[in-house]
């Protein structure tokens, strides 16, 4: 059996971080709601302190999640944080604090003002202190893709010794090439005492558009745990994509020693739902819930999909619950395609008429960018 990897959204607190994606809680609520349907095992609801409808979001969702997740309330490592986000969470079956700070050179310097000294003994105070609310407490380090390694081993072997259940390591501004993100986890396994007796959790966001590929090089190194989006929301060019890690790891479960426990056929729902909601459209190519996903438009292309599916498709749109393979009519398209769409709408030419009818199609396609059944019919 493959090791099972824990799915923590954040679609409802980073995710909600992208420029004009806020939702209040009924939309938060409703987002849930489905997450809960994905079977996903975190969700983190929010940030408590930040307003008093973020406090609330993270009350229901605590509310409506029971036993079914896990619900996470994230903080700073500032006590009164943590006070809020342990009143919020009262309402959750299995509540957890989400608590930590910056450990790279540029967010002790320049943003903390803090030696390395200081930030580890605040790592430890933050711990410690969300500890007395609840068992299950999950250490941050925050941008630890620009952190020094050694300072990096010894502030999780600091959160480990104080208490922590789940380590998170982020990259946080998305810097890293996936080999070296992968080797830090891998140090961190090698070097931390104890730190097999907790979950790495892995976050890495999207700068440099590898934000999955980085996940996947923690999850090979260590990492049971994967924080994402849906749509890949998130703070500037957005966090890992759900749907992304969740696909990749079905279909390279072997080599990844990983499975999740997602139920796949919601991915499309859940895209097109948080689509609505935000109102962030999502790309028509983007990776397993884009609306070209499993479209084809050139004819060979077409001719390969219509002899056997997999000739271009990877993965079958029944198991993300999308629609079904899509030929796209245009001037690129060639005789296979018009000749099986023609078919479907249960029209059929001897082969010496069929040329006369391409010719005539290409003549519409040339000055539309897509051919409908409609232009069909009338041709
Ligand atoms: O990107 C990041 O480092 C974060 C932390 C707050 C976990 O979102
Ligand atoms: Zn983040």
Redesign the pocket.
């Known amino acids: 059996m493959t090791r099972k990897i824990n799915i923590f959204d954040t679609t409802l607190r980073?995710g909600e971080q992208s420029p004009g994606a806020s939702m209040n809680t009924e939309e938060k609520l409703v987002i849930a709601q489905q997450l809960l349907r994905m079977n996903v095992d975190v969700i983190e609801a929010g940030f408590p302190i930040s307003s008093p409808g973020d406090f609330r979001s993270v009350q229901e969702i605590g509310r409506l999640a029971g036993d079914d997740a896990v619900v996470v309330g994230l903080t700073r490592a500032v006590d009164k944080d943590i006070d809020r986000a342990a009143e919020a969470l009262k309402t959750a079956k299995r509540p957890r604090i989400h608590t930590g700070l910056g450990v790279s050179p540029q967010h002790l310097q320049e943003k903390l003002r803090i030696t390395e000294d200081e930030c580890i003994e605040r790592a430890i105070h933050c711990v410690k202190y969300a500890k007395k609310y609840v068992d299950d407490v999950e250490f941050y380090a925050e941008d630890a893709g620009r952190a020094d390694q050694k300072f990096l081993e010894r502030v999780i072997q600091a959160a480990v010794d104080a208490g922590a259940t789940v380590v998170n390591i982020?990259d946080?501004t998305g810097y890293q090439m996936p080999d070296d993100f992968g080797a830090r986890i891998k140090g961190l396994c090698d070097n931390v005492r104890g730190i097999e007796n907790v979950t790495i959790s892995v976050?890495t966001?999207n700068d440099l558009g590898m934000a999955t590929a980085l996940a996947l090089a923690g999850v090979k190194n260590g990492a049971t745990q994967i924080e994402c989006t849906i749509n890949g929301l998130?703070?500037r060019a957005g966090?890992t994509a759900l749907e992304e890690v969740v696909m990749a790891i079905k279909m390279h479960g072997d080599e990844l020693d990983a499975h999740t426990g997602i139920v796949t056929q919601e991915l499309t729902r859940a895209s097109h739902l948080v689509s609505r909601i935000t109102g962030m459209n999502v790309q028509a190519n983007k990776a397993i819930v884009g609306s070209n996903a499993f479209a084809h438009s050139s004819g060979i292309h077409q001719d390969g999909v219509l002899k056997a599916r997999d000739t271009y498709e990877i993965l079958d749109p029944a198991d993300v619950g999308a629609a079904g393979s899509e030929i796209i009519l245009s001037a690129r398209s060639g005789h296979a395609a018009l000749k099986h769409r023609l078919a479907e709408l249960g029209y059929t030419f001897p082969d010496n008429e069929f040329d006369e009818i391409y010719q005539r199609f290409l003549e519409i396609a040339d000055q539309k960018k897509e051919v409908y059944d409609e232009d069909l019919e009338s041709m």
């Open positions: 980073d982020p946080t976050h966001h998130g703070e966090n």
